[in-house]
Nanobody
Framework: QVQLVESGGGSVQAGGSLRLSCAAS????????MAWFRQAPGKEREFVAA????????DYADSAKARFTISRDNAKNTVYLQMNSLKPEDTAAYYC???????????????????WGQGTQVTVSS
């Protein structure tokens, strides 16, 4: 089983960019589908983007399409979320999640056996 640690959050002005990283421990990272979720204060956690365990497919929430890009580097045991053209409504705590042998489109819904990181805060000011 892998453990996940997010980094790369911070404060940025609207229109700016950030790249989030999620580093995984363990030797089986390449077997895990990975996803990013976010949760703003007072709101439910929502899906942002996912990438299949094979890296062959990706999936994005409508709010992330054309602005965010998810990618993975199995040699570095890391999944990334490149966020461009950030908006104040992107302000949230961002979490990465992993699920073994999962394809991207199935990771929109959270499951009990998902593995989670501790989150990293993104704040976008207008």
């Amino acid at each position: 089983q892998v453990q996940l640690v997010e980094s790369g959050g911070g404060s940025v002005q609207a229109g700016g960019s950030l790249r989030l990283s999620c580093a995984a421990s363990g030797r089986t990272f390449s077997n895990y589908g990975m996803a990013w979720f976010r949760q703003a204060p007072g709101k439910e956690r929502e899906f942002v983007a996912a990438i299949s365990w094979s890296g062959g497919s990706t999936d994005y929430a409508d709010s992330a399409k054309a602005r965010f890009t998810i990618s993975r580097d199995n040699a570095k045991n890391t999944v990334y979320l490149q966020m461009n053209s950030l908006k104040p409504e992107d302000t949230a705590a961002y979490y990465c999640a992993g699920r073994i042998f999962s394809i991207a489109r199935t990771m929109r819904a959270v499951r009990q056996d998902d593995i989670w990181g501790q989150g990293t805060q993104v704040t976008v000011s207008s």
